[in-house]
């Protein structure tokens, strides 16, 4: 059974929608993370949460908006796309944020913003 | 902020033969290197790290090395199969309780049969 769920696999989205990224992890974890895989960029940390509390953010846009109902779910929020929006969107989760532990990630949402 | 540095892009290598991916990096904070492998068109898949209170750590065929006065750090493949083709990414946290991972562009390896 997959112990991260991202949902959905994939996405298309039109310029200036808003969509939600799903993800669950049930791997008891207390960190959760969102990176973001372009062709343009290596992977490129975004969010760290630890006990849904937020840790760091290193997006430079507030359209991006994690939010964590639960300790083991963390959606991601994207306001008014751009079409250099488009990307891999994966979300991981670790033990915990400062630990140096491994950090374990998700299938990934695919977003195609036209 | 950190910066690593994959420094192949690609390497191909012959069934059997041995590869090797080095990675350096800038911030003298970091103290964790993970390493990941991504097949074609799914997730990253964690093969191996190193902390550094160590210079050495095996898993089965592969190997890293930490040189933490060259900030620099790599992974040794022997043995290779046709399975190790894929992307190879490393990695360094940056210190203190973000978590945040600094990933390199990738190494495509190709084991050539």
């Known amino acids: 059974d997959p112990k991260i769920i991202q949902k959905p696999k994939y996405l298309v989205a039109v310029t200036g929608s808003e969509k939600i990224l799903i993800c669950e992890q049930y791997l008891g974890h207390n960190a959760m993370y969102w990176y973001r895989q372009s062709a343009k960029k290596p992977l490129e940390f975004m969010f760290s949460y630890s006990y849904q509390k937020l840790m760091d953010n290193q997006t430079a846009s507030s359209r991006f908006q994690p939010q964590s109902s639960k300790k083991n779910h963390l959606d991601l929020q994207i306001t008014a796309l751009k079409p250099d929006d488009s990307a891999t969107y994966f979300c991981?989760?670790?033990?915990?944020?400062?630990?140096?532990?491994?950090?374990?990630f998700g299938p990934g949402t695919r977003l195609l913003v036209l | 902020g950190e910066k690593v540095e994959q420094h192949e892009s690609t390497l191909s290598v012959r069934e059997g033969d041995s590869a090797v991916i080095n990675c350096t990096y800038t911030?003298?904070?970091?103290?964790?290197f993970p390493w990941y492998k991504q097949e074609a068109g799914k997730s990253l898949h964690f093969v191996i790290d190193?902390?550094?209170?160590?210079d050495r750590k095996q898993s089965q065929r592969l190997t890293v090395l930490l040189d933490k006065k060259a900030k620099r750090f790599s992974l040794h493949i022997t043995a290779t199969q046709p399975e190790d083709s894929a992307i190879y990414f490393c990695a360094a946290d940056t210190g203190g309780l973000s978590g945040k991972l600094t990933f390199g562009e990738g190494t495509q390896v190709t084991v050539i049969s």
């Open positions: 190193i902390r550094s209170n160590v």
């Open positions: 911030d003298t904070a970091s103290s964790y």
């Open positions: 991981a989760s670790s033990l915990r944020t400062g630990g140096k532990d491994t950090q374990y």
